[in-house]
């Protein structure tokens, strides 16, 4: 992953709203969670959590899908892991060499 998209997204998730938003998609899975019931559980108004989502968009931490009338918000997985990836790749590297 580069390191441009990294920044990208932990400045994102760097928000206190909008890993408190991430953090409940997160824990809606794979199927996600419903845009309506992101607001209700949070009490975050609609165009506040509108704003958060388009930023968690840009930055490839979530999709959305329209079942009907319903948005649904996805976490995108792949995305978080390649992130955590990023800054898990090189522990220690230098304590090996420094031996």
Known sequence: MELDAVAKALK??????????????VRAGHNGIA??????????PGSTLSHHLSSLMSAGLIT???????????PQFEQLEAVLAFLQDECCVDESSAS
Request: one cysteine or more; charged letters at 30%.
């Open 64 to 74: 959305q899908r329209r079942e009907g009338r319903v948005l649904y918000c996805v």
């Open 35 to 44: 845009v309506g019931d992101v607001q209700d559980d949070l009490s975050i």
């Open 12 to 25: 994102e998730l760097g928000h206190p709203t909008r890993l408190t938003i991430f953090r409940r998609l």
